[in-house]
């Protein structure tokens, strides 16, 4: 299948995953203490569930978000090594 994860032979802890991008490892903290935190209060499964999705969706998009802007600096990087001067950091006239 297209989507399948290929298979390493050694796979990183999310630990490993996590270390270049701490903000992303402290979110992931956040959700984790979130739980613990409405189950010690008595929430239903559906609440925990509700909060759990929506605290994922925000790290998705939070890493999506991330990779989009490595993926442009370095696009914005090759092309400068490319073709120098190509890209200016003037304003028009």
């Given at each position: 299948?297209?989507?399948?994860?290929?298979?390493?032979?050694?796979?990183?802890?999310?630990?490993?995953?996590?270390?270049?991008?701490?903000?992303?490892?402290?979110?992931?903290?956040?959700?984790?203490?979130?739980?613990?935190?409405?189950?010690?209060?008595?929430?239903?499964?559906?609440?925990?569930?509700?909060?759990?999705?929506?605290?994922?969706?925000?790290?998705?998009?939070?890493?999506?978000?991330d990779w989009a802007i490595t993926k442009h600096q370095q696009s914005?990087?090759?092309?400068?090594?490319?073709?120098?001067?190509?890209?200016?950091?003037?304003?028009?006239?």
């Open positions: 299948m297209k989507h399948e994860p290929k298979k390493q032979a050694h796979k990183k802890s999310l630990d490993e995953r996590f270390s270049k991008h701490p903000h992303m490892y402290e979110q992931m903290q956040r959700i984790g203490d979130m739980m613990e935190e409405a189950i010690a209060n008595g929430a239903t499964a559906d609440e925990a569930e509700s909060m759990a999705i929506k605290q994922i969706n925000d790290l998705g998009r939070a890493l999506l978000t914005v990087h090759d092309v400068k090594k490319e073709v120098p001067g190509v890209i200016r950091n003037s304003k028009k006239n």
